[in-house]
């Protein structure tokens, strides 16, 4: 049977409040999101004006559109896996609690009527580890949305750096055009420094 | 934790649990109660989270979990009933009796699975197969919605903080001298208590109830004339001072 208490590195955040730090990190990466979709749009309304003279920024603004969007659905997902993650953390060690006290009574007592409560204490200790299971998974589940998210990003900065080479060949609207491109490079760079602090915060949780 | 019997009788036996020599030292000590009939058990005031692994053994001496049907938590405080998340899971099938004033703020322990009954203002008897235990109102003594639990065959009173008493460790389980007992339970009855009326209602309600063993959350338990003498006592005794 392995040990009810969740192993604790020294030093370690409590995973509770990780998950809370986490929220409100990414919670903060929604606004920014939704800049760089009204960036598209102007984009998109620079287009319509100039007609072909920035016909080939086009695809960037669509991209730009797609990423926003995909940023704010991968925010939630982290929001709600970091959520599922808690709560089976939560409940893993008010498990755990309940493991030890029921231990230490069996250890105390092991006449005829500690019978039921052995019961007992088996299937609550398979509960737990069922628990354990299922929060490890979240949590490699969460791991992962966090690389896309950053995955994203460094794409976002690509496109970006394509863009300002675009807006060379883009006349009087150069000006224009790399506004949008630095606009989405400081959106992208806010938000991996935002998931650079999720993945620090991950790594010091205590499990 | 020791267990004594304090009440026997009729098929129904009254065990007092408390006085636990490994309970930390800053944790206020606290008595628990089991009443045990042929097929019921009824545990009063299950306590807080640290007294739990030794209040389980200690009751496993007397009766398997199964047995015990009914679980009765007298108010809100901690170490009346912080444990209940964990008796939650060890009586599922166990029903809970407490104010109904606290129903809302107790489930936030936890207590899903034992089923919640709450205790309307007037109480209520909890009818056993040996015994009837009656629910006797104690609101404001000291918290705005409590009661007492009183076994009139057995004559048999617990009475919750009312008579509570703050001593050092190893005190024993019956007050001796209640002249040399009264000291250690003024402080706490008089900053605990807010309300003078509900103090005196109380004690002129428990001067019609037939007494013989008057037994506190904390501290002695009362035998004989030593109820009558804690009833005249706090009858006297001025309290709400802590303003
Ligand atoms: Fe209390
Ligand atoms: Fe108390």
Redesign the pocket.
Known sequence: MSEARPTSRRGATPFHVVAAGITARLNAILPVAQDITLEAVNAKALIVRTGDAVRAFRPITDYMDELAQDTIRLVRAINQEATLVLRATMEEMRLGVLVRALRRALDAYDGPNAVTVGARLAQIEDRRQKLETERRSRRHALDMLITEIDARMKAARIIAGTSRIEAAGAGPYQGSVGSVADTLERAAKAIQARIDECRRMLRRADY | MKATVIAEGRGTKWICFGRDDDMPEKIIETNHFLVLTPSDAVLLEPGGTESFPALLSAVLQYCPVERINHVFVS?Q?P??CSSISLWNDTLPHAKMYAPWLWEGFLRHFGCDRMEFVPIPDEGLTLALDQCDLRFVPAHYL??PGNFNVYDARLKVLMSG?LGAALEPRGSPLYVDDFALHEPRMRLFHQRWLPSRRAKDDWVRRVRQLDVDLMAPQHGRIFRGPDVTRFLDWLEALEVGIGV
């Open positions: 108010h405080d170490d009346v000291h918290s903080d």
